[in-house]
């Protein structure tokens, strides 16, 4: 079986320093918020070329406390809007939804998969706070119109990184191409911790420190608390364990990009739809997504022939019953993706021959 993604392969190029990284924190006897967390969030700050990276409990918390903390500094308020895009992951929805706040849901376009920027300004009300651009399966969004936009309408753009570690465009990378930013390190995503982990990334001084209060308790002072606060801080064994892969992240980056090459030019049966890519740097390839007519026949085909994949993802937000308020929607763009795609194996593990026989086995449907 060519498997869609091998993670055990993954983390085992690392096991000598990941079992290091343990040995350190384990010796240390100091396991929440001290240097090992200190120095993820420098590196990973450095790497986004940010201010400020605050580690978090993983990606939904990280989007959801980003929002709080506009709301605690007087920005949003209760039943506020936020535009995002209706094909995204859930957490995305669910970060606005926990802060009573309501999402907007707008089309991608079909050519990225990205949020539409041609159809924001159509979905801004008196209310609209924020656009919350998601760059889909690791490419960027078209963030200069969408911060064109925003800036127009005095919004806040809050990147969903989650899928994009390292993605970048005119020399930003993404974490640094908006007001904040909310990341994953969910053992799949691009930089993938042993478990939950997340961070939030930003320019904004203010907002940092709200951040930081917000995900210990309300506290920056022990037992002093500003803030009706939440518990969803990074653990040091986590960040000791992201720090070992953070250091290889680009690295596994452009052998993925290699690989996807191959798919891109050797691929050309018809039936099958290749991912349009717009610029080298601004995609990290979380995953490979195809889309075809008949996705179940070409899934059930390519399981016969013992390669796995994933459908990211099978039913809109607007059909999950999470949402049953907007059953009646009709949002067509995200509909037909959600019915057409398809994710094929992509690492920095596969192995050349495994590539190519997906290839043949494609080529052959
Ligand atoms: C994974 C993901 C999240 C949530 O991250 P978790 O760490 O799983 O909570 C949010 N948004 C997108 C687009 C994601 O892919």
Redesign the pocket.
């Known amino acids: 079986m060519i498997k869609f993604l091998d993670l055990q392969t993954i983390n085992q190029l690392h096991r000598e320093e990941l079992k290091n990284a343990f040995d350190r924190v384990l010796d240390s006897g100091w396991y929440i918020m001290g240097a090992e967390l200190k120095k993820f969030e420098a590196d990973f700050a450095a790497y986004c070329g940010v201010k400020h990276a605050i580690g978090v409990a ?3 918390d990280a ?1 959801i406390l980003i929002i709080r903390a506009y709301k605690e500094l007087g920005l949003f308020k209760d039943g506020d809007e936020i535009l995002v895009p209706s094909n ?2 859930i ?2 929805i669910l970060a606005v939804s926990a802060n009573q706040l309501v999402p907007v849901l707008v089309e991608p376009d079909l050519d990225s998969y990205n949020i539409d920027p041609s159809l924001l300004e159509a979905k801004i009300t008196e209310k609209t706070k924020a656009i919350l651009p ?1 760059h ?1 399966y690791g490419q960027l969004c078209d963030m200069s119109a969408i911060n064109a936009i925003a800036k127009k309408h005095n919004l806040k753009v809050i990147e ?1 990184c ?2 994009a570690h390292g993605a970048k465009k005119d020399g930003l990378t993404a974490g640094n191409i908006g007001d904040a930013a909310g990341f ?3 053992p799949g ?1 691009n930089l993938g911790a042993l478990g ?1 982990a ?1 961070a939030i990334t930003t320019n904004d001084d203010e907002l940092a420190v709200a951040i930081k209060a917000l995900l210990n308790y309300g506290s920056h002072v022990k037992y002093q608390n500003i803030y009706k606060g939440v518990n969803s801080r990074l653990d040091e064994l986590q960040a000791a364990l992201l720090g070992v892969k953070l250091k290889t992240l680009d690295m596994e980056t452009s052998v993925k990009r290699t690989i996807v090459n191959r798919y891109l030019t050797e691929v050309n049966n018809p039936k099958i739809q290749l991912p349009k890519v717009r610029e080298q740097e601004a995609h990290v390839w979380h995953l490979f997504v195809v889309r075809t007519n008949d996705r179940e026949a070409l899934q059930h085909y390519l399981t016969k022939n013992e390669i796995q994949t994933v459908i990211h993802y099978p039913i809109p937000p607007h059909k999950q019953t999470a949402y049953k308020e907007w059953a009646e929607l009709s949002l067509p763009i995200s509909e037909k993706i959600h019915n057409e795609v398809l994710s094929l194996p992509l690492s920095a593990v596969m192995k050349e021959h495994e590539v190519s026989r997906v290839i043949e086995v494609l080529n052959a449907y």
Request: aromatic content about 16%; cysteine-free.
């Open positions: 993983n990606g939904l989007l995204t992951y957490a995305s998601v889909l969903d989650a899928q994953s390190f969910y995503k939950d997340g």
